[in-house]
């Protein structure tokens, strides 16, 4: 069973990207306790700074342009509607999370250190 840790707060610039992505990187990198961990974060912030934190941006363009971001699990594709069925939210089939994690990190341990990114805002 796995541990979900949330950073969030209401109020912008507090630090939360920040904290988020050195906390999983943290996690990822150092044993703790003799246990080795592997740790995904999940980038919902439509500034996409995590994002931008953990993947370099040629990879993150064909990321976006593959749509393998956690927007594809949220949003419909809009590009193969079908006029003889009712399209409504949650009619399709989202894509399995393991085709939206990037790999950033994976150690000789089996730890490792994942990302699903998030969009660009102009893109939302």
């Not at 749509?67 to 594809?72: A, G, L």
Request: with cysteine; charged share 20%.
């Amino acid at each position: 069973m796995g541990v979900v840790v949330t950073v969030m707060n209401m109020k912008g610039g507090v630090g939360k990207t920040t904290v988020a992505v050195h906390l999983a990187g943290s996690l990822a990198l150092w044993e703790m306790g003799s246990k080795w961990r592997k740790v995904l974060l999940i980038d919902y912030d439509p500034q996409f700074n995590a994002s931008q934190a953990l993947i370099p941006s040629r990879k993150y363009y064909d990321i976006e342009n593959g749509h393998k971001t956690i927007m594809s699990v949220l949003v419909e594709d809009q590009t193969n509607l079908d006029p003889y069925r009712l399209q409504v939210p949650g009619t399709e089939e989202p894509p399995p999370l393991a085709e939206i994690v990037h790999n950033v990190y994976a150690g000789t341990h089996g730890n490792r250190l994942g990302a699903c990114p998030s969009n660009r805002t102009e893109e939302i």
